[in-house]
């Protein structure tokens, strides 16, 4: 069973920072791309930055400049590094995966559980 678990999330003061992690656990061949999302209250989920199987990069406009994704394949673990974060990033974020598995034809799609970011002005 392939579970991915967030960590990392809490209270910080605007202008300050913090790193969210996101680890996949079980028998794993091999993890597509990765991605962070985030919903705020009565907002529709979000793509926050995506990462793929190498090094290509893509972020939304709102976080470019001040957010970055990373990966560490030997780990299974994506990374978001948020800095300079305002009233605006306040939200749950979920991380993603697409995912090979020795139990299942092709790649399957995997949520994360959310971990709260609450950024106070």
């Known amino acids: 069973q392939v579970q991915l678990v967030e960590s990392g999330g809490g209270l910080v003061q605007a202008g300050g920072s913090l790193r969210l992690s996101c680890a996949a656990s079980?028998?794993?061949?091999?993890?597509?791309?990765m991605s962070w999302y985030r919903q705020a209250p009565g907002k529709q989920r979000e793509l926050v930055a995506a990462?793929?199987?190498?090094?290509?990069?893509n972020y939304a406009d709102s976080v470019k400049g001040r957010f970055t994704i990373s990966r560490d394949n030997a780990k299974n673990t994506v990374y978001l590094q948020m800095n300079s974060l305002n009233a605006e990033d306040t939200a749950v974020y979920y991380c993603?995966?697409?995912?090979?598995?020795?139990?299942?034809?092709?790649?399957?799609?995997?949520w994360g559980q959310g971990t709260q970011v609450t950024v106070s002005s």
């Open positions: 993603d995966a697409w995912i090979k598995t020795p139990q299942v034809v092709g790649v399957r799609h995997y």
């Open positions: 079980g028998t794993i061949f091999s993890i597509n791309a």
């Open positions: 990462i793929s199987s190498g090094v290509t990069t």
